[in-house]
């Protein structure tokens, strides 16, 4: 049982809905559960507050800390959704074990989600493109600054209202200097860590004029990883290809569901290393046609210019593309606008 404090009064009233800028506006009320004593404690949904903890708090000092990212859509008669959310539980405590924080149990979050998004239902926008971002997490909170694993934890589910999170095709950079992760570390987790870690990189690639990074293994940097903090997707002639997932790779719900939806429209698919020469020689013979990021956040994002060690590179990117297709196939069954045939979304009760 979860136990239930309302606002007294909703700040709805004061949100500007049709000029959101992403993850800067929440919802009235919050989830929170503290872990302590071995054990997760009494799990409550109260009103959207600050969090104080002492300064020696752990997640201050070595960043235990990870994130999950979920959307929660309104259909035509005000039915809620989310989208495979058993996917994001999952992955949620997958991070969990490499972060060495207590997995949390997956029915008492999933009847969170239930609870505060029929609480918040109304911050659900319904214009094109918006949604509201689910954003549960989970911090180290024991008053210690010994460098071992917390021995307490607050666990936390919030929602912000959102639209589009990018807007247009953009420039990236192929980097060939700094890595995002590395065979045998944490690349996969969603782990606040790797996405501060991109931080200075990126901002080195937006003084140049570029919007992102696309991330090269670790290794070698021959091969691409992720675009930014999406999943990458690429079209060659016909082909679409996404590199398989891996230690270094996040197991997006976008990408795998789109892997799917290629295969049902009947897209020629590879799951496979993609090289970045391939790209070149791809946009040199004009069969590079389609380049994009995957994940919840931005849905598709396309890529219109690729930078290499200094040389920029076209990608076509017609009308017609994989990227649109695909992009209307998720979002209809996102919406409740098309048949929903592998079960992914989940009406919130
Ligand atoms: C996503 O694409 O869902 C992300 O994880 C982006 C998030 C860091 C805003």
Not at 65 to 92: C, H, S, T
């Amino acid at each position: 049982m979860i136990k239930v404090t309302q606002i007294e009064k909703s700040k709805i009233s004061t949100i500007d809905f049709d000029n959101l800028s992403f993850g800067t506006v929440f919802s009235d009320h919050m989830m929170v559960c503290d872990y302590k004593n071995g054990q997760w404690q009494q799990a409550e949904i109260k009103p959207y507050e600050p969090f104080t903890f002492d300064p020696s708090a752990s997640v201050f000092h070595y960043g235990q800390a990870l994130f999950e990212g979920m959307k929660a859509y309104k259909g035509e008669n005000n039915e809620v959704f989310l989208f495979r959310p058993d996917q994001n539980i999952k992955r949620f405590n997958k991070s969990s074990e490499r972060m060495a924080i207590p997995e949390f149990p997956e029915d008492l979050f999933l009847e969170g989600l239930n609870q505060l998004l029929r609480l918040d239902a109304d911050w659900i926008p319904q214009g094109e493109g918006q949604s509201l971002y689910v954003r549960p997490f989970v911090i180290a909170t024991e008053p210690c600054i010994q460098a071992n694993p917390s021995k307490e934890y607050r666990f936390a589910i919030i929602c912000s209202p959102v639209s589009s999170y990018f807007s247009g095709a953009v420039k990236v950079k192929i980097e060939d200097h700094y890595s995002r992760a590395t065979p045998g570390g944490f690349g996969y987790a969603k782990a606040a860590g790797n996405y501060g870690g991109q931080f200075y990189p990126t901002e080195l690639a937006k003084a140049e004029g570029f919007h992102q990074i696309i991330w090269t293994d670790a290794v070698s940097h021959e091969y691409i990883e992720e675009a930014g903090t999406m999943n990458v997707f690429v079209r060659i002639g016909d082909t679409l290809i996404t590199n398989p997932t891996s230690d270094t790779i996040l197991d997006g719900v976008t990408r795998k569901s789109l892997i799917q939806l290629a295969k049902d429209l009947k897209i020629p698919l590879e799951v496979r290393p993609i090289a970045i020469s391939e790209l070149i020689e791809a946009s040199a013979k004009g069969e590079l046609l389609e380049l994009f990021g995957a994940g919840t956040a931005a849905v598709i994002s396309l890529i219109e210019t690729f930078n290499y060690k200094g040389q920029n590179y076209q990608v076509e990117n017609d009308a017609n593309s994989y990227a649109q297709q695909l992009k209307k196939a998720l979002t209809d069954i996102q919406l409740n606008r098309a048949e929903d045939q592998h079960q992914w979304r989940y009406k919130v009760q």
